[in-house]
């Protein structure tokens, strides 16, 4: 069986690139060997999962690369929206449509959907997402939407993000003292806990709001503030807020891979992120966390595990972050032991992205 994957892949996002990774991995477990991913660094993507890799933005490499394939998956991430612009969905609405013209399976897996607000954009999602062949979601409020906003008739399944099977890999201790040399910081003397940003717009009563929180937190509890950035854009806005701070923080600037995120957040004492898969790889390291909502994905997941956002990014404050920190490390042992349980169970679901392709 020949598979070709579609989605957000070759930017040197981690959360896109850990979601890669646990699809790859998936397919191989169960046999399928002959694998091409659509991304913008094909010979980089090639070497690192051990698959074929074509140019996304070459019609001719994926035209030839679907049609050779037996079945076209688009997933995960949140690719089906206009949030970002129309042009990103209709990219990869048009890799489903030119599957199924040329007569492939076309599964949708493991995705975050919405919003879709234009009324063309709507028109055509639905159009398109009712003639594929199999239709898994990431979260509740993606099936809403799916089901109420675009009016999907059929059947979806919620399963959960692939990024939750990550499996923590040995030499964990060896990967964070490279990260150490890399910084020529120490974390090790020290405890620290973690801000994941990401610029959104943010109004800068809110870089404001979060330097407040950081600086009361070090304070209160004694911890080191680092700022660990998911994406190139992600340094320069670790500055902005940084630079109201009046305790002195670590950015680390380096490029990390997959298995160096990990290490550096596995160690932390909790991580406040607004980029999604900062809160997953928290969630899966049984880190505590806090999350601020720039998206509906962000809402989605933390309502998967019984949580809420401390607010929308443009409105939240110092005081309702450092309330939440206070209840996590009051009752640390009983919020790991919460999340311990939800991880097992969202893991399973993860598996059922596999299992509507494989049925």
Same mark, same amino acid.
């Given at each position: 069986?020949k598979?070709?994957?579609?989605?957000?892949y070759?930017?040197d996002n981690?959360?896109?690139?850990?979601?890669?990774k646990c699809?790859v991995?998936g397919?191989?477990?169960?046999?399928v060997e002959?694998?091409t991913?659509l991304?913008?660094k094909p010979?980089?993507t090639s070497r690192?999962?051990?698959?074929?890799?074509?140019?996304r933005?070459s019609?001719?490499?994926?035209?030839?690369?679907?049609?050779e394939a037996?079945?076209?998956l688009?997933g995960?991430?949140s690719?089906i929206q206009d949030?970002?612009?129309?042009r990103?969905?209709?990219y990869y609405?048009?890799i489903?449509i030119?599957g199924?013209?040329?007569?492939?399976?076309v599964y949708?897996i493991?995705?975050?959907?919405?919003?879709?607000?234009?009324?063309f954009n709507?028109?055509?999602?639905?159009?398109?997402?009712?003639?594929?062949?199999?239709?898994?979601?990431?979260?509740h409020?993606?099936?809403?939407?799916?089901k109420?906003?675009?009016?999907?008739?059929?059947?979806?399944?919620?399963?959960a993000?692939?990024a939750l099977?990550?499996?923590?890999?040995e030499g964990?201790?060896?990967?964070f003292g490279?990260?150490?040399?890399k910084?020529?910081?120490?974390?090790?003397?020290?405890k620290?806990f973690?801000?994941?940003p990401?610029?959104?717009?943010?109004?800068?009563?809110s870089?404001?709001?979060?330097?407040?929180?950081?600086d @009361?937190? $070090? +304070?209160?509890?004694?911890y !080191? &503030?680092v700022?660990?950035?998911?994406?190139r =854009?992600?340094?320069?806005?670790?500055?902005?807020?940084?630079?109201y701070?009046?305790?002195p923080a670590?950015i680390l600037?380096?490029r990390?891979?997959l298995?160096?995120?990990l290490a550096?957040?596995?160690?932390?004492?909790?991580?406040i992120?607004i980029?999604?898969h900062?809160?997953i790889f928290?969630?899966?390291?049984?880190?505590?966390f806090?999350?601020?909502?720039y998206?509906?994905?962000?809402d989605?997941?933390?309502?998967?595990i019984?949580?809420e956002?401390v607010?929308?990014?443009?409105? @939240?404050? $110092? +005081?309702a972050i450092?309330? !939440? &920190?206070?209840?996590?490390?009051?009752?640390? =042992?009983e919020y790991?032991?919460?999340?311990?349980?939800?991880l097992?169970d969202?893991r399973k679901?993860?598996e059922?992205?596999?299992?509507m392709?494989f049925?």
């Amino acid at each position: 069986m020949k598979a070709v994957i579609s989605g957000y892949y070759g930017f040197d996002n981690v959360g896109d690139e850990a979601v890669l990774k646990c699809i790859v991995h998936g397919l191989k477990k169960r046999g399928v060997e002959d694998i091409t991913v659509l991304s913008n660094k094909p010979v980089e993507t090639s070497r690192k999962y051990k698959v074929k890799a074509v140019n996304r933005n070459s019609f001719k490499e994926i035209f030839r690369a679907i049609r050779e394939a037996d079945m076209v998956l688009s997933g995960g991430g949140s690719l089906i929206q206009d949030k970002t612009s129309s042009r990103s969905l209709w990219y990869y609405i048009g890799i489903m449509i030119i599957g199924k013209l040329l007569g492939k399976k076309v599964y949708v897996i493991g995705q975050g959907i919405g919003p879709v607000e234009k009324k063309f954009n709507k028109w055509l999602t639905a159009f398109v997402l009712n003639r594929v062949d199999g239709i898994a979601v990431r979260d509740h409020l993606s099936y809403d939407f799916l089901k109420r906003d675009l009016k999907i008739k059929k059947e979806v399944e919620v399963t959960a993000d692939f990024a939750l099977e990550l499996a923590f890999e040995e030499g964990e201790d060896k990967v964070f003292g490279k990260i150490l040399d890399k910084e020529g910081i120490d974390l090790l003397s020290q405890k620290y806990f973690l801000i994941c940003p990401r610029e959104w717009g943010n109004f800068e009563l809110s870089r404001v709001e979060l330097a407040r929180a950081a600086d @009361f937190i $070090a +304070e209160e509890h004694g911890y !080191k &503030v680092v700022f660990l950035p998911f994406y190139r =854009e992600d340094v320069e806005e670790s500055d902005r807020i940084a630079t109201y701070m009046k305790v002195p923080a670590e950015i680390l600037t380096e490029r990390y891979e997959l298995e160096e995120i990990l290490a550096i957040i596995k160690r932390s004492q909790f991580l406040i992120g607004i980029r999604l898969h900062s809160l997953i790889f928290a969630f899966i390291s049984l880190v505590p966390f806090i999350g601020i909502s720039y998206d509906p994905k962000i809402d989605g997941f933390l309502h998967s595990i019984g949580e809420e956002s401390v607010g929308d990014v443009n409105s @939240f404050t $110092a +005081e309702a972050i450092i309330k !939440k &920190v206070r209840e996590i490390m009051k009752n640390k =042992e009983e919020y790991i032991n919460k999340m311990a349980i939800y991880l097992e169970d969202l893991r399973k679901k993860a598996e059922k992205n596999f299992e509507m392709i494989f049925k």
